[in-house]
């Protein structure tokens, strides 16, 4: 199963949601993170220097390497397709090619047989390398700040995956959408998630992801959040998404 996690919209904790999912999703068997961001922070974050790797993203979506030759182990039993920098010459390199919406599709392929669930974590854009993420996924997930004005930066992505899924992945369905950040006991939070509840019809809005120091001071640990912290509050919204996950699978 691929698991794209996705939101144009920068600093939703799309990248510290994929760490905390890959970490749990690797306890239950075989998972793959893909670092489809060139920035490279969930490299970065799961303790992976991508400039140290013979290959990185880059190398695979552009078929210079297989997939199997650029994985690269990580201390928490999960496999990283790291990424740095280098990655910004994808979207220009792809451009003129004819299979240029399918390039991660088709150099996932071989994986699919290797990981029980592949995670993306996507750049906060809609351009040439999310869309590759969309055409590859059979889920999207869509962390959302628990912000009014980040709810509004959802109608282009929901428009986008409509797109998507005319033209380059019909099968492409929305797991559901992660509020983050969430100050729980805030009346604005209250009122978001009532917000998100009522406009997203049809679409599943998971418990919020509370704002904590523990998901910062994580990142800068190398370690995904249930490793780092027992504390039950943060961690408990990503075992619900983690449950929903591997339900669709047995299904």
Not at 15 to 27: D, K, R, V
Not at 107 to 133: H, M, R, V, Y
Not at 179 to 187: L, R, S
Not at 222 to 243: D, L
Request: glycine fraction near 6%.
């Amino acid at each position: 199963m691929i698991i794209a996690i996705a939101n144009q919209k920068g600093g939703v904790a799309k990248t510290t949601s994929t760490i905390a999912l890959a970490g749990l999703l690797a306890e239950e068997g075989p998972c793959l993170a893909v670092d489809l961001d060139p920035q490279g922070n969930l490299s970065t974050g799961l303790g992976v220097d991508a400039s140290s790797l013979p290959y990185t993203t880059y190398d695979v979506i552009t078929a210079k390497v297989g997939i199997t030759e650029a994985i690269a182990p990580t201390r928490f039993g999960l496999s990283l397709l790291a990424t740095d920098i280098s990655l910004v010459k994808a979207e220009k390199d792809l451009l003129s090619q004819p299979d240029r919406f399918y390039a991660l599709k088709s150099a996932l392929e071989p994986a699919k047989s290797q990981f029980e669930q592949i995670l993306i974590d996507c750049p906060p854009s809609l351009g040439l390398l999310t869309l590759n993420a969309l055409s590859a996924a059979d889920w999207l997930l869509i962390p959302v700040q628990c912000q009014f004005f980040a709810i509004k930066g959802l109608e282009g992505l929901l428009e986008t995956i409509d797109s998507v899924k005319s033209r380059l992945n019909p099968n492409l369905r929305v797991l559901g959408v992660l509020p983050t950040m969430a100050e729980t006991n805030t009346v604005i939070t209250q009122d978001v998630l009532k917000l998100l509840r009522s406009q997203l019809e049809g679409v599943r809005v998971f418990d919020p992801v509370p704002k904590s120091v523990r998901f910062p001071e994580s990142n800068m640990a190398g370690e995904p959040i249930h490793v780092f912290t027992r504390e039950w509050r943060v961690v408990q919204p990503y075992r619900e998404v983690v449950r929903e996950l591997l339900m669709l699978e047995e299904a």
